[in-house]
């Protein structure tokens, strides 16, 4: 093995990139270390498992460790990766039972981020949890299901599944009342998932916004589901501890001073980039935190990748780097940075901060550049437009209102961004607006594009065209 690509991180960014390298150049040696058990899994799916609308664990894996093998990739487990000398192109690795350096040809850092919760006192309670990975999920809805209904086969965890925890918290008395510290996309879609199991839930923000990446008009018709739901808010609440009885989370204290008593605790208030193996060596990482790297996903030191939460890549609007945590540029930097290794250089691709997201029957969808003084921090002039439309033809059943904004520049007509939110399949329609971002249409394009028009699926003019009419019209 004298050049092989080595990848640390062993989900969407480092899998998708060990794959594509051995699809392309079948001769590489590739080997995949990935600290935890768990490999290729969808954090994407876990709320909807902890609601239980997704049934087993191993439903939200994509490639079995057999399967990666299948496909000619050395895959380690168990195996963390410690430090980096990118002088001598190595990286030492610790497992169980030994540690050993292990040489490169090209390394790719796809190491993710994690859930942040220490501002929080008392994050370490029993009963205390964050949404970071499967065992997270497995172990808080162990908690949810009561003590005589549960059986730790029905979780589908197999030999990954951190047994001891799981079977500890389903011994305990499910909670009947939560708090979900942080009302951005993984605490709605939590505070959903607990409404589900009957419990009394309670989500606090810091701000008065839920969702805030959104948009305000998102924002309120999020609030309003939420609270029609059952879902008692409290915005502009931010929580600073959280108190325990016997070690066990018993209730949380804001800085405003205002107190609620609490059996459960999701503290979703952000995510960092793991960027610690780094520290000390030569690359650099970027203004957000995450690892900077160039069009191609390289880094400032030749033959080092990084791809994923851990990485900035270009925003499609500026062109300035911007860190974008999701799934989409995970996968895609990941396999682009797996051919670009195995001899056919490959773009990463700009992200335009395309999002979804869910609140019971609301779609929420997000792209490009909504806040005005994110705008003209870029050079914009921004002016943007919200209208309420139909989402079929009126008379057809189903048809629902979408609310849509888009934001353009004065100047130019250049689109800069847009929000869409309402009940009837909402949340996709942003791809029309992504698509658009992605092929720098001016507002006046976008309003002349040919999109499809029947009954049952849209109105002949789509909402999305509607705004484009209004918002051009306005910058006439
Ligand atoms: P990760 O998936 O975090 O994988 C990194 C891997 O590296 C981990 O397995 C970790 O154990 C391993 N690792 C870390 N350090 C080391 C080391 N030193 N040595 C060896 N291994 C190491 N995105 C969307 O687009 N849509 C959604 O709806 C959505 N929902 C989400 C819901 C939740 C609850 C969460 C948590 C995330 C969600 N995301 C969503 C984000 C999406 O899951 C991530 O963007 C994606 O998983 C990032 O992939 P990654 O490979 O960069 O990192």
Known sequence: MSDPFVVVGGDAAGLSAASKCRRTDPERDVVVFEKGEWISYAHCGTPYFVKGEVDRLDQLLSLSPDEAEERGIDLRRGHEVVAVDADAETVT???EDTTFEQPYGDLLIATGARAV????EGASLDGVFTLHGLDHAAAIRAYLTPPAAFDVADLGGGDALD??????????TPPETVAVVGGGYVGVEMAEAFEAWGLDVHVFQRSELLVPGFGETVGEEVARALREAGVTL???EEVVRLRGD???VAGLVCESGAELAVDAALVGIGIRPNTGLLEGTPV????SGAVATDAYGETNVDGIFAAGDVAEMPQTVTGDPTWDPLGLPANRAGRAIGATVAGDPTPTGAVANTAMVKAFDLGCGRTGILDHDRAREAGFDPVSKTITAGSRSGYYPGA???TVTLVADRDTGRLLGGSIVGTDRAAVR???VATALGGEMSVAELERQDLGYAPPFSPVWDPVLVAAKVLNGSLD
């Open 234 to 236: 409290h915005l502009g």
């Open 430 to 432: 942003i791809d029309t």
């Open 163 to 172: 047994e001891p925890a799981v079977l500890r918290y389903g011994e305990l």
């Open 400 to 402: 629902a209102e979408t």
């Open 284 to 287: 650099e990482l970027g203004g």
């Open 246 to 248: 016997d070690g066990r």
């Open 117 to 120: 919760s220490d501002p929080i």
């Open 93 to 95: 690795v610790e497992s």
